[in-house]
């Protein structure tokens, strides 16, 4: 196996293995065997654990920034629909996952923004950058008059996120779904509220 293909397939492994275990949690010496590695070879392709950690971090940005990516530039789909079928398409995430794992990002920050402050920044990056996406689709609903022109869509963008992380997070607790699914329906019942008024205050 190509050296590049190796280092692939160890951060592969390794994100699995943080993602069920957490960063703190999982031996480098776990990881090796994983990725069925000989012992002593990691530090032939990564400088330190904490190296490691901004790449299993980009692994993971890839995969959910894709997710997301998928949904939220349907242009084949109204704006709101498409943050719909993002709920959609994680609560069939997390239940095929029996509400185990989570978000592997939320999971990193809570377990690491206090501890290690280049991977907390590494962090704020990645989020900063799926807001940023949910804040797109905000706006362009407020262009094709689905929200309120006047509504701050960077400040519901980042709340949409956070309750998004805290439903996942109290789900996980809980294993059960209840927790996101009345995230995501109080969130599109907010979001219908504030079309229906302006409605109304247009007619007045």
């Given amino acids: 196996m190509a050296r590049a293909n190796i280092r692939e397939e160890i951060i592969r492994k390794g994100a699995e293995l943080i993602h069920v275990r957490g960063f703190n949690a999982t031996g480098l010496q776990q990881i090796l065997q994983a990725a069925n590695i000989p012992k002593g070879s990691f530090y032939f392709y990564f400088k330190s654990k904490e190296d490691f950690g901004i790449e299993v971090i980009d692994y993971f940005n890839a995969m959910i920034n894709g997710v997301f990516k998928k949904y939220l530039t349907d242009k084949k789909i109204p704006p709101m629909k498409r943050l719909e079928n993002l709920f959609e398409c994680f609560a069939d995430i997390f239940q095929k996952s029996g509400y185990t794992l989570g978000c592997p990002i939320g999971n990193l920050s809570l377990e690491l923004a206090d501890t290690n402050e280049r991977l907390r920044l590494h962090l ?81």
């Avoid at 609903?141 to 006047?150: E, H, V, Y």
């Avoid at 709340?159 to 009345?182: N, S, T």
Wanted: a negative charge; proline letters at 2%; aromatic letters at 8%.
């Fill in 124 to 204: 704020e990056g990645v989020i900063e950058r799926l807001i940023a996406q949910i804040e797109s689709c905000l706006k362009e609903a407020q262009a094709d008059g689905s929200i309120p022109m006047d509504l701050n869509t960077a400040d519901t963008a980042h709340f949409i996120f956070h309750a998004f992380e805290g439903a996942v997070l109290h789900m996980k607790v809980v294993k059960r779904i209840e927790p996101f699914h009345a995230f995501r329906n109080n969130l599109l019942g907010y979001l219908k509220y504030i079309i229906q008024v302006e409605k109304q205050e247009t007619r007045i």
